[in-house]
């Protein structure tokens, strides 16, 4: 091994803290990254105001921090949350009647804590800027 003692010292404590066999520590929280553009786009606004709501009430109950954006045109963002709340949030998205099929990119997170620290619906003119 040509690393340099403190560097090998260093990458062994970082690995045995990952690997320590805290089961309740790995993997403790996901992340889900998702979009979906409407086809057709909503007539209005007036429906946003609804699934924001929905979506805050779905937040607070399941710990979900992150930040989602909605639109006439869709809807994107990425959040956080306790693994044991991830097949619940998945199965909002996937039955949906707006959100269903929409893309979802799921990672896992090693740590206590989330990555976020606040939960975000806001109402814009575009999720894609």
């Known amino acids: ?12 404590e970082a690995e045995q803290q990952m690997n320590d066999g805290d089961d309740e520590r790995s993997n403790h929280y996901k992340v889900l990254a998702l979009y979906k553009f409407l ?8 429906p946003l105001e609804q699934l924001k709501a929905d979506l805050v009430q779905l937040f607070a109950t399941h710990e979900v921090k992150g930040t989602i954006l909605l639109a006439t045109e869709g809807i994107n963002g990425t959040i956080c949350m306790p693994k044991q709340h991830s097949n619940a949030i998945g199965d909002y998205f996937r039955n949906h009647e707006l959100w269903r099929g929409c893309r979802m990119r799921w990672s896992d997170v090693i740590g206590k804590k989330p990555i976020f620290h606040r939960s975000f619906v806001k109402i814009k003119k575009e999720i894609v800027s």
């Open 1 to 12: 091994n040509n690393r340099p003692p403190l560097y090998r010292s260093m990458s062994t």
């Open 39 to 46: 086809l057709p786009e909503l007539p209005s606004r007036e």
